[in-house]
Every structure is written in structure tokens, then in C-alpha cells.
């Protein structure tokens, strides 16, 4: 039986992987991929890359030169957690505890726990990167077009984040240490026991598997989704295209792992988040009896995964309403009616 994930006892699927990309004119190709891909060397001429391949101490002095005195949001889990961030035994808590600080403090803490032999976890996660680090992307930025993606921060030690999914496309540079990322495809979802969605360690829901030490008895299904696993392990200047709603899950493999990450969506932001529709939807229709869930199913078949031009086409184009295409002003007069029912 398999034991983990890049385990000798399993064999895991390279992602696929280019090299030579042009930083400064990403292709959409590459940022429309709709699947996994790694970019080797892509970030390889930022400074804080070179920085980051100096030492560790290079790198926090290079970042600190850049910081703005915001408080941040650190995540400590004891030595026992193995560096994995998760819940308690009975997912009533979780097994870390979070604080607000200054950058120094993370990575003087950083900077302790490399010389403890059995160190805590320590994670700084997803911090808006302009707003702590203002002026870090004039030399360390790429090329996105007319896209405008949201980007972010990651700092830590030896940690584990969850597989988990995201709506937005992600691409991920490591701009210091290693990291390994295992990345599985959306229709895994089964196979990969998630938990609560409402109550999760980040806000996005995770799988419940322990990667270093998966319960075959307790998640059978999880060696399917091992058949389907990508992974790769990226270095200091390397990146990974990560498509909307790929399972992923990240571990950091030294002392000090610095990432910039850029997410953006291939879709206006007035169309709203997916996820509201699925809970609504987990509300309103899940529990039906049989017959009528069979038959919303049909419904959203209709209106929704199978929409093209002829849905609405037999009924006068200004009269159309809901199956016309939505803009920004239709799309918040729609949430606000829905503000309205939701209500009563």
C-alpha cells in the first residue's frame, strides 16, 4: 500500500514543465493553461531571488529593507503538529494558534526555530505584498497584460498546507528555498475527503488526509486520487501555474521558504463566487425529496452547465432577463434582489 506522495511505494506523475519563458511577456497560453505547469527559471532575475539563494539572512534583510512596519498575521503550530497546519482531534479547533506582529518578529522567529532541533511551525500566509512591502515589485514583478492580479506573500519554516482548492488561477514563485507542491485535478474532489466547508483553517476547505502518513482504512479512496497526483519541487527562481480549482498541497522544505504568488480570475468579478451558489443551492435543493432534486437537476443542466446561444433564443432579446449574459449594473441588481429574499 502506498505510503505518501512521492513515496518510493508510489509513483507520482511529473507536472509538465517549460523553460526559456520570456518574464516579461507571459503568453496567454501559459496564464490560460488549464492545466498544471511549472516554469523553470522564470523569477531566476529577481534580486530577492538572488538574495534568497545567498542565505537566509540575506533574504530577511532584503525583504526588511522593503517593509513598511505593517502587522501581519502569523500561524504557530507546536513541534507535534510535524509542521502541518490542521484541526484539533474532533475538528472543533484547529491544532495552531495565530498572532498579529511585525515582519522582524516573523523571521527573527524564523531565524530561532532554524537552530532548535525539533522547531515549531511557523507560517506567514497570503499577506498583500503592496501594502507590506511597497516598492518590492519594482524589481521584482512580471508582465501580466491587461490582466491585474492580486499579489501575495508567503513565509515559513518546514510547514504542510492541506490540499485545498482556489477559484482565482495561480501563479506561485519561490523566491527563496524549496517548496513541493502535489497537485491533484478538480474532479479528485471525492477522492480526497475534504472537511467543513464553513469552518476551515484558512478559509478555503482541505482535504482531512495526512500526505506523510495517509489512513488507507480511513480514506480508501485516497490511493485512487494518488493515481492521478502531479507533483514537482521547485527551487529559488522557479514557478508553478496552478489552474483555477486544482487541488494543491504545499509543503515547504527549509528553514526559511519565501513565495510570491499572483492570483487572478479568468472571469469578471461582478459574476460573484461559485461557492455562494453552492451553498444557496446545498440549502435550497440537496434535501428535496428525490423526484424534485432530479428534476432542479435538470433545471440547472438547462440554464446553467449546458447554456449556449439557443437557451434563451425564442424569447425577444430585450426580454430576456436572467438568461441574458450578466453585467456589472445586472449582476448587482440581481444580488440585491437575492438580499432582499434571502431575508424574509
Not at 508510489?10 to 496567454?28: M, Q, R
Not at 537566509?56 to 505593517?70: C, D
Not at 497584460?145 to 482556489?166: E, K, L, S, V
Request: glycine residues 6%; contains cysteine; hydrophobic residues 45%.
Amino acid at each position: 500500500m502506498p505510503t505518501s506522495p512521492g513515496s518510493k511505494e508510489w509513483p507520482i506523475n511529473a507536472i509538465n514543465e517549460v523553460s526559456g519563458v520570456d518574464p516579461a511577456a507571459l503568453a496567454d497560453t501559459l496564464l490560460d493553461s488549464s492545466e498544471p505547469l511549472v516554469v523553470r527559471g522564470l523569477v531566476s532575475h529577481w534580486p530577492a531571488v538572488a538574495a534568497g539563494r545567498q542565505s537566509p539572512a540575506e533574504a530577511s534583510a532584503y525583504l526588511l529593507r522593503r517593509y513598511a512596519g505593517m502587522v501581519v498575521t502569523v500561524a504557530c503550530a507546536p513541534p507535534q503538529a510535524r509542521g502541518r497546519f490542521f484541526y484539533n482531534a474532533d475538528l472543533s479547533g484547529f491544532n495552531f494558534q495565530r498572532d498579529k506582529v511585525t515582519l522582524e518578529s516573523v523571521l527573527t522567529a524564523l531565524a530561532h526555530a532554524s537552530r532548535d532541533p525539533s522547531p515549531g511551525a511557523i507560517y506567514m500566509a497570503s499577506t498583500a505584498l503592496d501594502e507590506c512591502l511597497p516598492g518590492f515589485r519594482a524589481d521584482n514583478d512580471l508582465d501580466f497584460g491587461a490582466r491585474q492580479p492580486q499579489p501575495r506573500i508567503w513565509i515559513g519554516n518546514r510547514t504542510r498546507i492541506a490540499a485545498h482548492q482556489d477559484l482565482p488561477t495561480n501563479l506561485a514563485c519561490v523566491v527563496a528555498g524549496r517548496r513541493r507542491f502535489t497537485l491533484f485535478p478538480p474532479n479528485q474532489l471525492a477522492n480526497l475527503y475534504i472537511g467543513p466547508l464553513e469552518f476551515t483553517p484558512a478559509g478555503q476547505a482541505i482535504s482531512l488526509v495526512d500526505f506523510h502518513n495517509p489512513d488507507f482504512a480511513r480514506f480508501p479512496r485516497f490511493a485512487r486520487a494518488l493515481e492521478q497526483a502531479r507533483t514537482a519541487e521547485l527551487s529559488a527562481g522557479d514557478a508553478i501555474l496552478i489552474p483555477s480549482l486544482w487541488w494543491h498541497h504545499i509543503e515547504g522544505l527549509e528553514d526559511l521558504n519565501i513565495l510570491v504568488n499572483y492570483w487572478w480570475r479568468r472571469s469578471p468579478a461582478h459574476l460573484g463566487a461559485p461557492h455562494w451558489a453552492l451553498m444557496l443551492a446545498m440549502m435550497a435543493v440537496r434535501d428535496l425529496p428525490t423526484e424534485e432534486r432530479a428534476s432542479w437537476q435538470e433545471i440547472f443542466r438547462h440554464y446553467v452547465f449546458e447554456a449556449d446561444p439557443s437557451t434563451a433564443a425564442h424569447i425577444p432579446e430585450g426580454r430576456r432577463g436572467a438568461l441574458s449574459a450578466f453585467d456589472e449594473k445586472s449582476s448587482r441588481a440581481l444580488r440585491s434582489a437575492m438580499t432582499t429574499l434571502l431575508g424574509r
